[in-house]
């Protein structure tokens, strides 16, 4: 069973929204926080070149610290 606390078709701004600490996550990968918060994780990732699982799993990592 997973504790994952989102999906990827949640937008990157919800996210933020909900757990501020992912905003260093997106950053460190690169994916566009301002113009592009609206795109869902899946979507940003495929849009900035970055590997969705990598992303999933340094998100899971941030919320999970913060907590």
């Given at each position: 069973m997973t ?65």
């Open positions: 504790d994952q606390v989102f999906t990827v078709e949640d937008t990157v701004d919800t996210l933020m929204a909900r757990h501020p600490a992912t905003m260093a996550v997106f950053n460190a990968f690169g994916v566009d926080t301002c113009c592009g918060a609206h795109s869902s994780v899946r979507e940003a990732s495929a849009r900035d070149g970055v590997d969705e699982a990598a992303l999933v799993a340094a998100l899971d990592r941030a919320i999970a610290e913060a907590r």
